[in-house]
């Protein structure tokens, strides 16, 4: 047996609330995640979940979420298992119970190349990769002129409709919680709103994301300024291999440091018919997603 490795005991599974907070924070910084309290209050504000606990001791050994995104997706996220847990198929345990909270739901998260062969025996499948860039920004690259501006709240709407069409999913809680705790900015092409970007605090700094946009050049021109408004400050985007913006962020000071597997699971019974459900308001031009809200809300 390792030395690191407690003999395997009896595990209780209970419903993840805020008494577990500080428990599930001192999991996090073990495992060497940036989050703060209030990172993890706010995922937990958004999602149910559950904690494991030491039969014998009450102590939190294992904690997973999983947010809902309506009928239509769910992300399974914070999937952490204490160090000294490992190996006794405690993470296998913690998936299923957040796969059976999320139901029906196609299902997405972002795995570490150690949790990959789990999450495939479980039926994800992989999509894409996901590139985490971080550091103190610099200056940016010229880019072309678009017409960005800060969004207000009467622009949520429009936000709310460009999510979901490149998400596939209705994020609006979400997107209320971001507003409240952050910014936006809108881009606009012919003066209809074509793209979004988020910024708020997170970790050891502030993120951007989610951003929407129709193209990289729109991407950049909501990323660029929010770059160049925070001379030296520490700033974070989770971005995909697919976006192609690595190269231009690590131009503008976010280097590459890491990232994931994006993984997706079908849902285990067919979704209702497109005409069966009321129609959503979508905006004209196809958009997609050029930086995740995070790693863990996608």
Same mark, same amino acid.
């Given at each position: 047996?390792?030395? &690191?490795?407690? #003999?395997?005991?009896?595990?209780?599974?209970?419903?993840?609330?805020?008494?577990?907070?500080?428990?599930?924070?001192?999991?996090?910084?073990?495992?060497?995640?940036?989050?703060?309290?209030?990172?993890?209050?706010?995922?937990?504000?958004?999602?149910?979940?559950?904690?494991?606990?030491?039969?014998?001791?009450?102590?939190?050994?294992?904690?997973?979420?999983?947010?809902?995104?309506?009928?239509?997706?769910?992300?399974? &996220?914070?999937?952490?298992?204490?160090?000294?847990?490992?190996?006794?198929?405690?993470?296998?345990?913690?998936?299923?119970? +957040?796969?059976?909270?999320?139901?029906?739901?196609?299902?997405?998260?972002?795995?570490?190349?150690?949790?990959? #062969?789990?999450?495939?025996?479980?039926?994800?499948?992989?999509?894409?990769?996901?590139?985490?860039?971080?550091?103190? /920004?610099?200056?940016?690259?010229?880019?072309?002129?678009?017409?960005?501006?800060?969004?207000?709240?009467?622009?949520?709407?429009?936000?709310?409709?460009?999510?979901?069409?490149?998400?596939?999913?209705?994020?609006?809680?979400?997107?209320?919680?971001?507003?409240?705790?952050?910014?936006?900015?809108?881009?606009?092409? &012919?003066?209809?709103?074509?793209?979004? +970007?988020?910024?708020?605090?997170?970790?050891?700094?502030?993120?951007?994301?989610?951003?929407?946009? #129709?193209?990289?050049?729109?991407?950049?021109?909501?990323?660029?300024?929010?770059?160049?408004?925070?001379?030296?400050?520490?700033?974070?985007?989770?971005?995909?291999?697919?976006?192609?913006?690595?190269?231009?962020?690590?131009?503008?000071?976010?280097?590459?440091?890491?990232?994931?597997?994006?993984?997706?699971?079908?849902? #285990?019974?067919?979704?209702?018919?497109?005409?069966?459900?009321?129609? /959503?308001?979508?905006?004209? /031009?196809?958009?997609?997603?050029?930086?995740? +809200?995070?790693?863990?809300?996608?």
């Amino acid at each position: 047996m390792s030395k &690191n490795t407690v #003999p395997k005991r009896a595990i209780d599974c209970v419903a993840f609330g805020p008494k577990h907070l500080d428990d599930a924070l001192a999991l996090s910084r073990q495992a060497q995640w940036p989050h703060r309290l209030e990172d993890w209050s706010l995922t937990l504000s958004l999602s149910q979940g559950l904690v494991a606990t030491d039969a014998e001791t009450s102590r939190v050994v294992g904690t997973v979420l999983m947010t809902p995104y309506g009928e239509d997706a769910a992300t399974i &996220n914070m999937v952490i298992v204490d160090e000294g847990w490992r190996g006794q198929g405690l993470g296998r345990r913690l998936m299923d119970e +957040a796969m059976a909270l999320a139901g029906d739901r196609p299902l997405r998260l972002v795995a570490t190349t150690d949790g990959l #062969p789990l999450y495939e025996k479980l039926g994800f499948r992989e999509i894409g990769t996901v590139l985490q860039h971080q550091g103190e /920004a610099g200056p940016v690259p010229p880019i072309a002129a678009e017409d960005v501006t800060p969004a207000g709240t009467v622009d949520h709407s429009a936000i709310a409709a460009l999510d979901r069409q490149a998400f596939g999913a209705d994020r609006g809680l979400l997107l209320e919680r971001f507003a409240q705790l952050g910014s936006f900015a809108l881009l606009r092409r &012919n003066g209809v709103p074509a793209g979004f +970007a988020a910024l708020r605090d997170f970790g050891r700094g502030q993120v951007i994301g989610p951003v929407i946009a #129709p193209d990289a050049d729109g991407a950049k021109a909501l990323i660029g300024p929010i770059i160049a408004a925070h001379p030296g400050k520490f700033l974070r985007v989770d971005t995909t291999a697919d976006a192609g913006l690595g190269p231009w962020l690590a131009d503008c000071g976010l280097r590459h440091v890491g990232g994931g597997i994006g993984m997706r699971r079908s849902a #285990p019974t067919p979704a209702p018919a497109a005409a069966a459900q009321a129609p /959503a308001a979508v905006p004209a /031009a196809p958009v997609s997603i050029y930086a995740l +809200a995070s790693q863990a809300l996608g």
